[in-house]
């Protein structure tokens, strides 16, 4: 893909579609925890995909409730149905009880 100036944000445009201050991004990318970037020239520049994939990330490692994941919870249904044993991740879970 050919990236395009559109296709690049600034660290003040990449803050904004965060949602969080300029110096958060830069702790971010010293941390090596946030978004993709990298420096064309002086600028710190961010690709609009980086910050789609980042935030996708975050939900990923912060979403809670709904108690377990849709494929835990089908692994445990089809072994009741079936007969069979419960994997092993739903038996640490009635242990745990």
């Known amino acids: 893909m050919a990236w395009t100036t559109d296709d690049l944000l600034t ?24 978004p993709v970037s990298y420096r064309r020239g002086r600028r710190l520049m961010y690709p609009r995909s980086g910050q789609v994939a980042f935030l996708a990330r975050e939900l990923r490692a912060t ?15 089809n072994a009741v149905r079936s007969g069979q044993d419960a994997p092993a991740s739903s038996a640490r879970v009635a242990e745990s009880d």
């Open 11 to 34: 660290v003040e445009e990449a803050a904004d579609v965060l949602g969080v201050g300029v110096q958060r991004m830069y702790n971010l990318r010293n941390l090596g925890h946030g």
């Open 63 to 77: 979403v809670k409730g709904g108690g377990e994941s849709q494929s835990s919870t089908c692994e445990r249904d």
